[in-house]
């Protein structure tokens, strides 16, 4: 069984190639100075797991004088699932604890799901915090054609954001609409998912978004989601075709008696196919039978080209436009690229 022990000037190598070896490294983290920073302060430890001679894994653990934070923790790929990872994890806590660090941080992709997997079977648990981070001084040039994070984009001069518009639109009484159906021969049904599920709506939103940047919903916790999910004056009506999913219409009706068409899109593979307009008639409609006073909806100029057109031929009627900015949620990740 691999011995856990401080880390010596000897180990250099065999933890720079370990941490190759299970993908720890990128461009912008120096090992030479990174191990330099830890083993100056007393505040850090460097702990190494020694099998045969060979360094097999390493942790490295420190605290700000009130959070203890994980880093470079890795197995490896021979040694793993042997329970050793468990053993590093136990025995940096155990140092935090001793100085009287009451919990632990660290922070991992959130596409890297193995590694959240991992820790989560050794009782760490996801919070949903936003993790913001600036870089007073790039260690050294980014590498050309690497997606770089938001920090390091402005860090190296480069501008993340995304500048778009929106436009309101509103009604202010029923329209007048030629009936909508779709194309001849199509397999539909629209219907009203009741009490849909988080990951059902998920699933909608990112699929029905996706190529347009849909982003507000996906950075919004599960608990906070499912609040709205579960009013019931917010209605998911989804659009099956060939019964699969085809698109949605949401409507909040929170605010009456002004109802907003919340969100409303087609899946990309049903685009094109003559269903936006019915879709969008059986929106109105249905809002519109509520007798509501008004009928609102926005779009932006990250959506796609032709929904605002597509309003103003169903009777709405733009009345404000604002500019607004935001980091590009594919570079910020809630996104993914």
Known sequence: MPEIRS???????????????????????????????????????????????????????????HRGWLYYVAVDPAHQGAGLGRRLVRRAEDWLAERGILKIQLIVRDSNRPVIGFYSAVGYAYTPHAILARWLDLPKAPPEGVALPPEVELAAGRDPRVRF????????????????????KTKYALMLAEQPTVGFYRYLYNSVGGDWRWWYRRQMSDEDLGGILADDRVEVFVLY?????????????????????????????????????????????????????????????????RALPLYQRMGFVPYRQEEQEIIDPQISGIIPA
């Open 7 to 65: 880390y010596g000037d000897e180990d250099f190598a065999g933890c720079t190639a370990l941490w190759e070896r299970c993908g720890l490294t990128c461009w912008y983290n120096d090992p030479d100075l990174d191990i330099a920073r830890w083993r100056s302060s007393s505040n850090a430890e460097i702990l190494v797991a020694e099998g045969e001679g060979q360094v097999v894994g390493t942790i490295c653990c420190g605290h700000d004088g």
């Open 165 to 184: 518009t929106i436009t309101y639109l509103e009604m202010t009484e029923r329209p007048s609409l030629a009936p909508a159906h779709p194309p001849i």
């Open 241 to 305: 075709v060939d019964g699969a999913p085809a698109g949605y219409f949401e409507l909040d009706r929170r605010e009456e008696p002004t109802i907003d068409l919340a969100y409303f899109g087609l899946m990309p593979h049903c685009v094109g196919r003559g269903l936006g307009r019915y879709l969008l008639h059986s929106a109105i409609e249905q809002a519109w039978s509520y007798e509501p006073e008004r009928l609102t909806v926005n779009t932006n100029t990250m959506d796609h080209p």
